[in-house]
């Protein structure tokens, strides 16, 4: 069992940045792979970026990449994700994932067991 509790999210302008953290605690972080998604209103909760347990294989959405970057911290039991360039599509709650039931990089979200509650991100154009 491993708890999560996002935070860094806010609101920001367009082009601006934020990085969001994301504590686990509970169980051994390094043996959990680490993952982002976001959530608009009214639209399904979709793959933002995920990291192996080392922190040696990263995987973005096409919609991200090259903006944000995700890392880990095991030593603190903590997963970033750094985000610059924002766009007003990027608004939306952000949520934490750890997949613990093997050491692969998924996409999909019900490869994952274990969630946070979210942070919202807004930003304007």
């Known amino acids: 069992q491993v708890q999560l509790v996002e935070s860094g999210g806010g609101l920001v302008q367009a082009g601006g940045s934020l990085r969001l953290s994301c504590a686990a605690s509970g169980r051994t972080f390094s043996a959990y792979v680490m993952a982002w998604f976001r959530q608009a209103p009214g639209k399904d909760r979709e793959f933002v970026a995920a990291i192996s347990r080392g922190g040696v294989t990263t995987s973005y959405s096409d919609s991200v990449k090259g903006r944000f970057t995700i890392s880990r911290d095991n030593a603190k039991n903590t997963v970033y994700l750094q985000m610059n360039s924002l766009k007003p599509e990027d608004t939306a709650a952000y949520y934490c994932?750890?997949?613990?039931?093997?050491?692969?990089?998924?996409?999909?979200?019900?490869?994952?067991?274990?969630w946070g509650q979210g942070t919202q991100v807004t930003v304007a154009s």
């Open positions: 994932a750890a997949r613990g039931s093997s050491s692969d990089v998924y996409r999909t979200k019900a490869a994952y067991d274990y």
